[in-house]
């Protein structure tokens, strides 16, 4: 049974970089797409990133398009979101989730890590 496991955040300050692991267990991460989503102080989940199940296809949300990079290492198991130049409005829990199939456009399942803290502050 797949699970999934976040890693990675802290607290940086403005303009500086963190970089996200998710790792799987109890399933292969080569047949699923992977989604990341934050969830900021008073506001609902967004979905900022997502990497198809081969790795050969990305997309980003505006908000994080040119700053964060998503990618993943399937033989490890892992996906990743590399954070530079982060914005206080980064400030957020970040979720990775388990996509219904192996393409980004086929929706997630309800598989989900528990979430790691991602502080920018000065």
């Known amino acids: 049974q797949l699970q999934l496991v976040e890693s990675g955040g802290g607290l940086v300050q403005p303009g500086g970089s963190l970089r996200l692991s998710c790792a799987a267990s109890g399933a292969s991460l080569d047949v699923y797409a992977i989604g990341w989503f934050r969830q900021a102080p008073g506001k609902g989940r967004q979905g900022i990133s997502c990497?198809?199940?081969?790795?050969?296809?990305?997309n980003y949300a505006d908000s994080v398009k040119g700053r964060f990079t998503i990618s993943r290492d399937n033989a490890k198991n892992t996906v990743y979101l590399q954070m530079n130049s982060l914005k206080p409005e980064d400030t957020a829990v970040y979720y990775c989730?388990?996509?219904?199939?192996?393409?980004?456009?086929?929706?997630?399942?309800?598989?989900w890590g528990q979430g790691t803290l991602v502080t920018v502050s000065s």
């Open positions: 990497i198809s199940s081969s790795g050969g296809s990305t």
């Open positions: 989730v388990a996509g219904a199939g192996s393409s980004c456009s086929r929706g997630y399942l309800d598989v």
